[in-house]
């Protein structure tokens, strides 16, 4: 389980510094409905992460057994797969404009600024589908598949992720909603630094990701 832990860790990671549901989130707070939206968004992202993974693994299951000692074939190339398009994802994010537009920049600020209760859970839901969340979590489904622990271990360990995996959202909005007037200041600098930064560190991210994956899938081809 440890090992799992140590392998799983790394993907949560990389999900929890995705930079779409901490810009959401952050016009969320930064809007008038925030008592109104923030909870059911946060509801939301944390329940779509897990049933997503958890989904993931028992997707995962179907995949034929290696024999003792044999190269895990199936695992070994779909981890390949996984990993040469998480490092597209992480090259395409290089090529990207940095900065949103400001009619852009407007345009999600008023929406952010529209959402109820019903339609702030649904995008967060909606966040765990993107192709970075879906890479992520096939990437720790096989994960979890390859280890072979029991389903008890499995289960702890789809909670440890999700929990890692949004921690970034979870936080900020705990404590905005406890001390909104202490968290607006750093709200608005985290938004400002990922406008300049946010495509840079995807691009990072989704490169290390995915020569992480890419190796495992060779090494489980061995």
Known sequence: MGQAFGQL?????????????????ILVLLSPKRNLAALPYLLGYVLGAGV???????????????????????????EILLGAFALILG????RRRPEREDGEASTWTRAASS????????????????????VLAAA?????????IAWEQTAVLIVVYAAIATSTVVVPIVATLVSPQGMEPRLLAAQEWLTA????????VMIIIG??????????LT
């Not at 020569?211 to 489980?220: E, K, S």
């Open 9 to 25: 860790l790394p993907l949560a990671v990389a999900a929890a510094v995705s930079s779409v549901p901490i810009t959401i989130m």
């Open 115 to 134: 959402l109820g209760a019903v339609s702030a859970a649904g995008i967060g839901l909606a966040l765990n589908v993107r192709p970075k969340a879906l």
């Open 211 to 220: 020569a992480i994956v890419l190796g495992a899938g060779i090494a489980n």
């Open 52 to 78: 997503v993974l958890l989904l993931g693994t028992l997707a995962a299951q179907l995949l034929p057994e290696s024999r003792p000692r044999q190269p895990q074939t199936a695992i070994g190339v779909l």
């Open 91 to 94: 090259l395409r994010a290089i």
């Open 140 to 148: 720790a489904s096989l994960t979890l598949r390859s280890a072979h």
């Open 197 to 204: 930064n946010g495509q840079a560190v995807t691009a990072v």
